[in-house]
């Protein structure tokens, strides 16, 4: 069933922080569709697909999301 | 398990740590102990010891902040990041930090305190995150009710700091691989049209929709279900599942646990004493006769009646050749019996009383 845009513009949201947080995504500035396509978007969430044992696709998909909303450790700074 | 980019370890192998801070959520005496028994789960099994100091500078400090605590990785408020700790080295390193945030607790509710710390000092020891679910490693909060170094976790400090010198070191449970050709099954049951695999403390799931399997702690529904549940069936009419263990049974409507349980498989179901536990159950939804294997007899339980048939039990061997003397776990599908014994799967026509096929007990996972 189509995804109310609002919910997608939470979700895109969602996995950008997550990607920063987690997989040391770099910002890519303001733009939303340059942030969704940008091939470090999809990058980052191959491996966090990998990691979880979740399909591959490096798209943002329920199963994803579902794993993306737990609460976890957190992976501190270090590198800066 | 993962090592740390770099493999940082700590050269000595009695450390200090310091709590620096107290969450006003928990006692200090219970957060106190809480840290302790999560050093012990390492310590149990490397050369390392560990010391509280009352104040100074410890090698691994501990505190409770919120926010932006000035080590350039703020926390996020309540939910999302937890927790995270520093890799060995000088200064902040091997340091663990707490979202104050979050509420912390000593039982089932978010967060517990001992099973979060746990997982940070393996950080703090130089392990990064690991991708077993069952491994306190794993970076997604999971509360399985007991908090244990998986093997997963042990292999892991093992690999930076040896093992420890007391030779009864405790040995770490193993995640199931849900493609290992010698998987084999406590339990299995039909839920709602799905089918639940039942093993120690996780459960197996296939369903149609989600070709991966997904495997995770059976407290993930069922909090205060015991792990290494030995039987379980379906009894659909009423929508329930039920759990046994030993002489004790449990029934689940979703992922209620129903009130009044556990109770006992004698008083109600009408075993004999001699029956010290179940290892297999099917209940047929046409019928409502329920089959209780038992080692190499089984029952017939009439759920209408709600009293045991007459002229039982029988040999599993006389109604159900083919199939050997014990059942591991048995359901029912689409009108045939799958049983289960080690390795092996046997379908089953009862009203033929044949064996249809013999398969691998895995082989509902697509491997």
């Known amino acids: 069933f189509p995804v109310a845009p609002e919910t997608q513009q939470q979700d895109v949201e969602t996995v950008q922080k997550y990607l920063e947080k987690y997989y040391d995504l770099k910002d890519v500035g303001t733009h939303i569709e340059r942030r969704r396509n940008s091939g470090s978007v999809v990058e980052k969430l191959k491996q966090m697909q990998e990691f979880f044992g979740l399909r591959v696709t490096g798209k943002p998909d329920a199963e994803t999301m579902k794993v993306m909303k737990q609460p976890r450790c957190g992976v501190p700074d270090v590198a800066r | ?367």
């Open chain 2, 1 to 367: 398990f993962v090592l740390t980019q770099g493999n940082p370890r700590w050269e000595k192998t009695d450390l200090t740590y310091r709590i620096e801070n107290y969450t006003p959520d928990l006692s200090e005496a219970e957060v106190d102990h809480a840290i302790e028994k999560a050093f012990q789960l390492w310590s149990n099994v490397t050369p390392l010891t560990f010391t509280k100091l009352p104040a100074g500078q410890a090698d691994i400090m501990i505190s409770f902040v919120r926010g932006d605590h000035h080590d350039n990785s703020p926390f996020d408020g309540s939910g999302g990041n937890l927790a995270h700790a520093f890799q060995p080295g000088p200064g902040i390193g091997g340091d663990a930090h707490f979202d104050e945030d979050e509420r912390w607790t000593n039982n089932y509710r978010d967060y517990n305190l001992y099973r979060v710390a746990a997982h940070e000092l393996g950080h703090s020891l130089g392990l990064s995150h690991s991708t077993d679910i069952g491994a306190l490693m794993y970076p997604n909060y999971i509360f399985s009710g007991d908090v244990q170094l998986a093997q997963d976790d042990i292999n892991g400090i093992q690999t930076i700091y040896g093992p420890s010198k007391n030779p009864t070191q405790p040995t770490g449970s193993q995640t199931p691989e849900v493609c290992d050709s010698k998987l084999t099954f406590d339990a299995i049951t039909t839920i709602r049209g799905e089918l639940m695999f039942f093993k120690d403390r996780f459960y197996m799931r296939a369903n149609s929709v989600y070709p991966e399997v997904e495997l995770n702690f059976i407290s993930v529904f069922w909090p205060s279900l015991p792990s290494g549940i030995e039987a379980a069936y379906e009894l659909a009419e009423r929508d329930e599942i039920r759990f046994f263990k030993g002489s004790k049974y449990w029934a689940v409507l979703g992922q209620d646990v129903l009130r009044g349980y556990p109770k006992d498989i004698h008083s109600s179901f009408g075993f004999p004493r001699t029956v010290k536990h179940i290892d297999a159950a099917v209940s047929e939804e046409d019928t409502g006769k329920t089959y209780f294997f038992v080692a190499n007899k089984y029952w017939r339980y009439d759920e209408y009646k709600r009293s045991m048939d007459a002229g039982y039990p029988k040999m599993i061997a006389h109604d159900f050749p083919g199939i050997g003397h014990k059942v591991d776990a048995v359901f029912k599908k689409d009108g045939f019996f799958y049983f289960f014994h080690g390795t092996r799967q046997y379908k089953f026509d009862a009203k033929t009383k044949r064996i249809l096929s013999l398969q691998k007990a895995n082989s509902w996972f697509n491997c």
